[in-house]
């Protein structure tokens, strides 16, 4: 199955199964200079999911994020680490 997503340059239809937005697939697009992956780069990844979440734990910490995000947050952020 598809979905179109639609931003200020017009539709773009996507895969269902793919967590990625429209904004991404325009510059997976427009910026294919490198034959490197992103799935390439392990480490990269899990300190991508890091950062992801401190953030959410900073942002629940000064209270502009709801306990149940946050927790889905750093769950899914520990399971990436986790590989």
Not at 10 to 24: N, S
């Amino acid at each position: 199955m598809a979905r179109i997503e639609t931003d200020v340059f017009g539709a773009r239809v996507l895969p269902d199964d793919t967590f990625y937005g429209i904004a991404t697939s325009r510059a997976a697009g427009n910026f294919d200079i490198s034959e490197q992956k992103l799935a390439d780069a392990p480490a990269l990844i899990r300190a991508l999911a890091r950062i992801k979440s401190a953030a959410a734990l900073a942002n629940a910490e000064i209270g502009v994020l709801e306990p149940a995000k946050t927790h889905a947050i750093t769950q899914a952020c520990d399971e990436i680490v986790d590989g």
